[in-house]
């Protein structure tokens, strides 16, 4: 579904009317505005609709006007639905803040494991899920505000659940702690601490209008992860090394 | 850190609850952590090639380190008086000394 919201937002349109020969063709426009009266389609299919053009309203508004000053007669007027069918899919706007966020967010840490799982070392898989989810940033840039800009200034729960969600990276990470060779121990904090660095960055180049340009970050964002668990040079070497690594089959 | 620990409620303030607040208050915030990256990047005079590291490494480090007190202090840690400032000393120290001046400010006792 997260496609789905893709398309619908602004730059997915933006990026179907541009899209080249050889890349994945997308299908129509997702969740269409159903026709009014009778129309006949199954009520399943009703209600799957309406919760996606909602959710797409929400991604867009939330690009457009930021979470706090989004409200939910702003949703229900991009998505075309009243309040009681707002209020029957979601309990209040933070409710569908996190419906929405929860599917990007999940697509994302899908797409990083599968992309670490493609490589046998360490190292690799950490620059493997990084390089996946800068791309998937930097080509999506409302679904980027979403899941990493507005989380940190929406607070509570939304703040809660964003920080749990970057347990995920934190998990990739931690699996490097066996490469470590210095004399002490890592200390306890240092994976929160490198993906907090990472997540700030991000944020603050997408608060800029760089969204497009995160992929670019890359270089120095594994230099950094590395240098803990191999040391500097050995991470200067992975993170600069020219050859895009190889995925094993 | 010491500043912290004396007011944990402008702590929060300070670091939790600017990010809810407008453009202006986050403007503000942003030229602090650009202060801390400059402050940071001031590392690159200790290697013999500066060059070797680039302005976007300070720029991680200070997203780590505000983003790890951010943590801290939503999770307790100031009102505990736990201390973390030689975990935050080791990620500034680490792209500029090497690992091992880092893990050497891991043994560093705290302020108190």
Redo the contacts between chains.
């Keep these: 579904m997260v496609d789905q919201v893709a398309k619908g937002t602004a730059k997915g349109a933006a990026k179907r009317s541009t899209a080249k020969a050889g890349e994945p063709t997308p299908p129509a426009e997702a969740s269409p505005r159903l026709p009014a009266g009778r129309h006949g389609l199954p009520r399943e299919f009703i209600t799957q609709n309406q919760r996606e053009r909602i959710i797409t309203a929400m991604v867009d508004t939330v690009a457009e006007r930021g979470y706090n000053a989004t409200t939910v007669a702003h949703i229900t007027k991009a998505a075309s639905v009243s309040r009681r069918t707002f209020y029957e899919h979601f309990a209040d706007k933070e409710a569908c803040f996190l419906a929405a966020y929860d599917m990007v967010a999940d697509h994302i840490r899908a797409s990083m494991r599968a992309a670490a799982e493609s490589f046998g070392d360490w190292p690799q898989q950490v620059r493997a899920a990084l390089a996946t989810m800068l791309r998937f940033l930097s080509s999506e840039p409302e679904l980027a505000r979403l899941c990493m800009v507005e989380p940190v200034a929406a607070g509570g729960e939304i703040a809660a659940r964003h920080r749990a969600s970057m347990q995920g990276f934190v998990q990739i990470l931690k699996a490097g702690r066996p490469e470590h060779s210095g004399s002490r121990p890592l200390p306890a904090a240092t994976e929160e601490t490198l993906v907090g660095g990472i997540v700030s960055l991000i944020v603050r180049e997408i608060s800029a209008g760089r969204t497009a340009d995160l992929d670019q970050l890359l270089p120095d964002l594994v230099e950094l992860i590395l240098a803990p668990y191999l040391g500097n040079e050995e991470a200067e070497r992975l993170a600069r090394s020219d050859a895009a690594p190889t995925p094993e089959s | 850190m010491r500043f912290f620990e004396e007011d944990p409620a402008r702590a929060r303030f300070l670091v939790?609850?600017v990010?809810?607040t407008g453009s202006g208050a986050?403007s503000r915030r942003?030229r602090t952590?650009q202060g801390l990256a400059d402050i940071v990047d001031g590392g690159r005079e200790e290697l013999e090639k500066p060059e070797?590291v680039?302005r976007?490494?300070a720029?991680?480090?200070?997203?780590?380190?505000?983003?790890?007190v951010?943590?801290r202090i939503?999770s307790g840690y100031i009102e505990r008086r736990e201390d973390?400032l030689?975990?935050?000393v080791?990620?500034a120290v680490?792209?500029y000394l090497?690992?091992?001046a880092?893990?050497d400010e891991?043994?560093v006792q705290p302020l108190r």
């Design positions: 939790v609850e990010n809810g986050q942003d952590l070797s680039s976007c490494t720029e991680i480090v200070a997203g780590a380190i505000y983003g790890t951010l943590g939503e973390f030689a975990e935050l080791y990620i680490l792209p090497g690992s091992r880092a893990e891991l043994l």
